[in-house]
């Protein structure tokens, strides 16, 4: 729904669906903006809107010769973007809206589209901008707002938390106040200028996390407002925040030739269109954001009947065989991982290695020296165990010694296949990478997966990815920032194909962990892995935060028991894998009768788990978990009942007090699910302050995963756990 007002000579625009409602306001002599978003409520509740002093243009765009003013490292203040004019509005549908604007003195023709789903308090957005002049964009933001000030006068009413990420340490949040991360205090009108400095946080090459998370939360201290948000590409990215003449501002952007050598020239009438990114909305705090960003990730998931199939996967690699795999070792490996209950078995790294591989990678072909009877003999015992067979695969590179790579094989891919900078083939890490808007790269890839399928039967692939690109390849006259854009796209039109080819297949996404997690990925595959640790009690805060990035449907959690390492430490590295889609692994089939029961327990689990993953909303009860936190904790929330992981680790008090706000008021009885007895722990609820008091008397490093079930009368008495 929809309503314009003019106010004077002031356009407003309201826009929203029954949870979020957006006001843009525009006016002859000033850009779109976006000046309002809050919650619906109605004519007596119409979102708050911004003063016309705050107010920051909806677009910032530059291209060569109409650069800033003021010029900074910052990306907005941008001349064209400035100049921008409302043209016209129009709903496509009743949950699409595009806004376009226009600037006179290029011709430009600059689209701002907003997608909303029904009931969700989140929008998807992105800008399409069409040449009128011939023009060489080096800039175009996919959102910009400033519109959060409605929840505060200054910036200081502001926190930022945000998740540095890195191989083995993923999802590193803090939270930190907008001073303290950047944003300098100055006296605006005694400097006639805005301030220069800003919050900047970006991530390059193909690793889309390879540095920063691209989800992060804008919180008001006040707890009453909360936007959070996640750019969806899997390639560069960026976020900005600063601070204008009067307001402040929230950007939000692809690649730019500032950070990542990106441009691209336009012709007249040609169109570029920005990588979009989803913004949520909450009147509250990270729970109740994350929860909408959560809704937001369903919503716009191109989900296939095979995701709900949710299958628990075991995989041979982590503190396993570690990409030794052979006929002698997978099989007894595959009855334990059978008898365990799981229903997916992945050979991992190494099936096709015929000594070191590392950089003669390409053809995908089993080795024969592993497989003495061939790899079907594994795969076809695989399936006689009820499992479904799964590979691993890194289909994006060519090892440099492959005999795809070398022209004296005589099968060599074309130059065209590969990524170049000035006519010279990029090499990483021992790999050529491959550039996919190639038809011949294309077929490559595509014949592998298909033939793995075809040959093999294989229903899941372990997609990693361990080489990055660098700024991208310049082949075909692009900057190389615009090369690796395009590359991105085609990656993502492979998989959109390959699955549409394949509909039961199931495809993993992994990027030496998790360097490539993102919802562009995301939206089209099954599982995420959420990291390489081998350590259990570091990976606690991994699993624990995992949500706040992923579906908890897609959360891949490794679970890798160690036989001989006692009770507590299987139970640790077990729940880290509960509230998640657990990622089995470990010698199964070499421990002892009670270690087995154990780990059969905690698949038992799993399964309980899963009858409502996808449904349930994830809490943080003691905040998004930080790195070195002693204390971690995790929830899932369905209709009727939480589950609740906690870890206590090496340093952690023996007594620790959980918030669970919205049980507050309600009697709830408290259970332990995994495992299934108390062992040292004990816990008290207390219906009044909605908070559950935990002590352990086990040494840490311990763990474990309750239920709390809110009873529906009305609270009188507490309840304690059993003896």
């Given at each position: 729904m929809s309503e314009r007002h003019d106010?004077?000579?002031?356009?407003?625009?309201?826009?929203?669906?029954?949870a979020l409602e957006l006001a843009f306001a525009s006016g002859p002599d000033e850009p779109v903006a976006l000046v309002g978003i809050g919650s619906r409520g109605g004519v007596d509740r119409a979102v708050p809107i911004l003063g016309q002093a705050l107010r920051q243009p909806l677009v910032e765009v530059?291209?060569?010769?109409?650069?800033?003013?003021?010029?900074?490292?910052?990306?907005?203040?941008?001349?064209?973007?400035?100049?921008?004019?409302?043209?016209?509005?129009?709903?496509?549908?009743?949950?699409?809206?595009?806004?376009?604007?226009?600037?006179?003195?290029?011709?430009?023709?600059?689209?701002?589209?907003?997608?909303?789903?029904p009931e969700v308090s989140a929008f998807r957005t992105w800008t399409e901008v069409t040449a009128g002049d011939p023009v060489v964009l080096d800039f175009v933001s996919t959102f910009v707002t400033g519109a959060f000030l409605t929840a505060a006068p200054e910036v200081d009413g502001f926190v930022l938390a945000s998740a540095a990420n890195d191989w083995v340490a993923e999802s590193r949040w803090t939270t930190k106040p907008l001073r303290d991360i950047g944003l300098a205090r100055i006296d605006r009108d005694v400097q006639h200028q805005p301030p220069r400095s800003r919050i900047h946080v970006a991530n390059r090459g193909s690793w889309s996390s390879g540095e920063q998370a691209p989800t992060a939360v804008l919180l008001a201290t006040a707890g009453e407002y909360a936007l959070a948000w996640q750019v969806e590409h899997n390639g560069p990215w960026g976020y900005e925040l600063g601070e204008t003449r009067h307001g402040a501002y929230l950007l939000l952007t692809g690649p730019t030739d500032q950070d990542n050598q990106w441009s691209v020239r336009l012709a007249p009438g040609e169109q570029f269109t920005t990588v979009p990114a989803s913004v949520a909305f909450a009147d509250g705090g990270v729970d109740e954001v994350l929860g909408a960003l959560t809704e937001q990730r369903r919503a716009t998931r191109h989900l296939r009947q095979a995701d709900h199939t949710l299958p628990i996967v075991f995989n041979d690699y982590m503190n396993t065989l570690m990409g030794d795999p052979t006929t002698e070792k997978l099989l007894p490996l595959i009855d334990a991982a059978a008898d365990a209950g799981a229903d997916l078995f992945c050979i991992d790294a190494g099936w096709y290695a015929e000594g070191h591989w590392w950089d003669t990678v390409g053809e995908w072909l089993p080795a024969a020296s592993r497989f003495p009877g061939g790899i079907d003999e594994v795969i076809d015992h695989i399936r006689s165990r009820g499992m479904i067979a799964g590979l691993w695969l890194e289909p994006e590179v060519i090892g440099v010694?492959?005999?795809?790579?070398?022209?004296?094989?005589?099968?060599?891919?074309?130059?065209?296949?590969?990524?170049?900078?000035?006519?010279?083939r990029i090499a990483e890490h021992g790999r050529h990478?491959?550039?996919?808007?190639?038809?011949?790269?294309?077929?490559?890839?595509?014949?592998?997966?298909?033939?793995?399928?075809?040959?093999?039967?294989?229903?899941?692939?372990?997609?990693?990815?361990n080489t990055m690109t660098g700024p991208g390849t310049d082949a075909g006259g692009l900057a190389p920032g615009a090369g690796l854009l395009e590359h991105n796209r085609a990656l993502l039109d492979l998989l959109d194909d390959v699955q549409e080819r394949h509909p039961s297949l199931l495809i993993e996404s992994c990027a030496s962990g998790a360097m490539r997690m993102d919802s562009a990925m995301l939206s089209r595959l099954h599982l995420q892995s959420t990291s390489d640790q081998q350590d259990p009690v570091m990976y606690a805060?991994?699993?624990?935060?995992?949500?706040?990035?992923?579906?908890?449907?897609?959360?891949?959690?490794?679970?890798?028991?160690l036989t001989g390492s006692g009770r507590e430490a299987m139970v640790f590295a077990l729940v880290n894998g509960?509230?998640?889609?657990?990622?089995?692994?470990?010698?199964?089939?070499?421990?002892?009768?009670a270690e087995v029961a154990l780990v059969r327990e905690a698949v038992a689990a799993q399964q309980l788990v899963l009858t409502d993953i996808e449904q349930s909303l994830p809490f943080w009860p003691l905040g998004l978990p930080a790195w070195d936190d002693p204390w971690v904790a995790l929830g899932l929330r369905s209709a009727d009942r939480a589950r609740l992981s906690l870890w206590r680790r090496p340093g952690a008090s023996e007594t620790v007090v959980i918030p669970v706000p919205h049980y507050r008021g309600?009697?709830?009885?408290?259970?332990?699910?995994?495992?299934?007895?108390?062992?040292?722990w004990t816990w008290h609820w207390d219906a009044p302050s909605g908070e559950l008091t935990v002590s352990v008397s086990t040494s840490a490093p311990t763990a474990r995963v309750l239920t709390l079930t809110p009873e529906p009368e009305s609270p009188t008495t507490t309840k304690d756990s059993p003896a």
């Open positions: 106010a004077g000579e002031e356009h407003l625009l309201r826009w929203g669906n029954e530059s291209a060569f010769g109409h650069g800033r003013f003021p010029g900074s490292f910052r990306h907005v203040d941008t001349v064209i973007g400035a100049r921008l004019r409302y043209r016209s509005h129009r709903l496509e549908d009743d949950h699409t809206l595009r806004i376009e604007q226009r600037d006179v003195d290029t011709g430009l023709s600059v689209t701002s589209v907003f997608e909303l789903r010694r492959s005999p795809l790579a070398l022209a004296s094989s005589g099968r060599a891919l074309p130059e065209s296949a590969f990524f170049s900078r000035e006519g010279i990478l491959l550039d996919l808007r190639d038809p011949a790269a294309r077929a490559h890839v595509d014949g592998v997966i298909d033939r793995l399928v075809a040959d093999h039967g294989i229903g899941f692939i372990k997609m990693d990815s805060t991994i699993a624990a935060a995992a949500p706040a990035s992923m579906l908890p449907e897609q959360a891949g959690n490794w679970a890798y028991p509960v509230l998640g889609r657990m990622y089995l692994s470990g010698y199964l089939n070499l421990m002892e009768p309600r009697e709830v009885v408290a259970a332990p699910f995994f495992p299934n007895e108390t062992d040292g």
